[in-house]
């Protein structure tokens, strides 16, 4: 009897122990959640970086600049487009589709918090973005608040770069000692003293280190980062729509509005923007718009996947023009073989009838005349594309870009013909100066040969 009654009292047991692992949350679980974001830091920092380069290209003197200058590049009128509603829904398409890129790494740290509002984040941004819903009150109200904020962004991606330069020296000064170290048990070549001094500056590393993790990203809470990024991705785009007249002023806070409206759009027609390609299809939604937007027209380079190649082709041919007289039989080979069988065909027509000699001074100064007013306005296109895809290339590698290049000031959405005409006529032009500069060489040389 006794026996069977401290079975009972076993099983009960039991059941109750298990009862309360079912009714606690899975351990490993709850420690993600409120763990600190540790090495994601600097991902997160990067993110943050990049949000804060869109923000500023959003300011009154960047839409000055873009309204001013980028749009009314000689080489955009004349091989891109003359259509300033046109070229502006370009560069609001394009900065949104940046913003949509940082939303969704945003999202994917999102999903660490214990906030279950900003684990929805991609949900309620899309809901932002096509609705203007701001369930939680993310979109920050007063300029003070947006200022403060920015101001935290840039701290934050400061001292995180300061803690990586600082881990890295840790890291280098470890590997010294280590080095040291072997070096003193296989050859005795090292004194002790150095080895103490490794030591203790190590020790010192260590703690700045430690110093630098406290201040940084890196002690700082899922929540706490993605509320700041959440937050100023629905500034960021609540001052794109403003700006570039996708939505009405009255419907966003003050502190996002300015004179930049006026900047962006012409005087006589302040929703020029609003009226153009973006709003043609309002059933799509605001992202996927922007992304049909950014798709180069068949006519265009970009549509060809040519684009990359003619940029280059460009820089090649505009060293040659300034120094044809370096250009050698081989680089001008090797130029014709990179040239499409388009540009091959139209040079041959060009060249047809054309005599052997080039022996005419004022000729040959014509052509340079023209080949440099031709680079004057098609070379900032070709340099553009170059660093607009090197920026890419790199920009995991970068905390902060480097350029405010945009699509619409490369060769991407050039006109494939008028390109290609401007490319011939260029060949045309070098292929006149640079026998020129052989006959005028060939010529003084002779001249010395018979004086000698």
Request: net charge positive.
């Amino acid at each position: 009897m006794a026996l069977e009654t401290w079975l009972i009292k076993v099983k009960r047991t039991i059941a109750h122990s298990l009862d309360s692992v079912r009714a606690s949350p899975p351990p490993a679980a709850a420690a993600i959640r409120r763990s600190n974001v540790g090495v994601l830091a600097f991902e997160i920092a990067a993110v943050m970086s990049k949000l804060l380069h869109l923000w500023q290209s959003l300011s009154d003197k960047n839409l000055s600049r873009l309204r001013g200058e980028s749009i009314c590049l000689e080489g955009v009128r004349k091989i891109v487009s003359n259509d300033d509603a046109f070229l502006l829904g370009l560069a609001c398409a394009e900065l949104a589709g940046n913003l949509r890129l940082i939303a969704k790494s945003i999202a994917r740290v999102s999903k660490k918090c214990e906030d279950a509002s900003l684990r929805s984040f991609d949900r309620l941004f899309e809901e932002f973005a096509d609705a203007g819903r701001d369930r939680h009150g993310w979109l920050m109200i007063s300029a003070k608040e947006i200022d403060v904020k920015m101001k935290k962004l840039d701290q934050f991606v400061a001292s995180t770069a300061a803690l990586h330069r600082e881990m890295d020296e840790l890291v280098a000064l470890e590997n010294g000692l280590k080095k040291s170290l072997q070096a003193r048990d296989h050859h005795g070549s090292v004194k002790e003293h150095k080895i103490i001094e490794l030591h203790q500056k190590i020790t010192w590393q260590r703690q700045q280190v430690k110093y630098m993790k406290e201040k940084s990203l890196w002690c700082r809470s899922f929540d706490t980062a993605t509320s700041i990024l959440a937050r100023t991705a629905f500034a960021v785009l609540a001052r794109m729509k403003l700006v570039f007249g996708v939505a009405a002023a009255t419907t966003l806070p003050r502190s996002l509005s300015s004179s930049s409206s006026a900047l962006v759009h012409p005087s006589e027609n302040p929703n020029l923007f609003a009226a153009g390609p973006l709003m043609k299809d309002s059933q799509l939604k605001f992202f996927e718009l922007n992304s049909e937007i950014l798709k180069p027209p068949a006519t265009t380079l970009g549509a060809a996947a040519l684009y990359l190649h003619y940029a280059n082709l460009i820089i090649v041919m505009e060293k040659m023009i300034r120094s044809p007289q370096l250009v050698g039989v081989d680089a001008r080979d090797d130029l014709y073989s990179l040239l499409p069988n388009s540009v091959r065909f139209a040079l041959r027509g060009r060249l047809k009838g054309v005599g052997f000699t080039a022996s005419d001074p004022g000729l040959a100064a014509e052509w340079r005349e023209a080949l440099h007013k031709i680079l004057g306005w098609l070379s900032p296109l070709a340099h553009n594309m170059i660093k607009w895809q090197s920026e890419r290339s790199v920009e995991q590698q970068n905390l902060v870009p480097t350029t405010n290049v945009l699509l619409l000031q490369t060769l991407y959405f050039a006109n494939q013909q008028k390109t290609e005409a401007a490319i011939t006529e260029l060949l045309v032009g070098l292929n006149y100066i640079w026998r020129f500069e052989r006959e005028m060489n060939a010529k003084a040389i002779f001249h010395c040969s018979n004086i000698n």
